[in-house]
């Protein structure tokens, strides 16, 4: 991105060009309801509304894409003893495929590396194919695989893979 660390305090405006103008900031407890609208069209098994509200209130690190002034994407993640853990990002499937993901992810990762991180970690579906080739070309490698971790269909359970990138 090579932003500068005083624009990540409020927010950001981005051009996406197979969308347009962009603006990434905090999410706030007032937002809650509108991210919640997005990761129940994005996941099948989406988090809880109380979960995307504790996650704010607790202080994890909180973002979200407006786009014409509505939510089109978020994200949730956590520094600690200088690793970042990314434990949610979704991107509404109106805007999937068009880049946004791509410069969301980006920034995450610029705001992680300012703030000290030395590496990243997280967790996807096996099936999710279009993010693992994301993260990939971001330099994630895959260093193992939590045995049903997410739940899947039919009762059934899907693994998820853990990456890591290291700065």
Known sequence: MGATASIYKSMTKINVPKIGEIIIRPMQTNDVAEVYRVECRSYTHPWSEKLIYDCVLVGYSCWLVEYKGEIIAYAIYRLAAQE???????IHPDYQNRGLGRVFLGFLLDLMRQKQAKEVVLEVR?????????????GFVEIGTRKGYYPGVNSEREDGINLQLVF
């Open 84 to 90: 970042g853990h990314l434990f949610n990002i979704a």
């Open 126 to 138: 096996v099936s999710n194919v279009p993010a693992r080739k994301l993260y990939q070309n971001f």
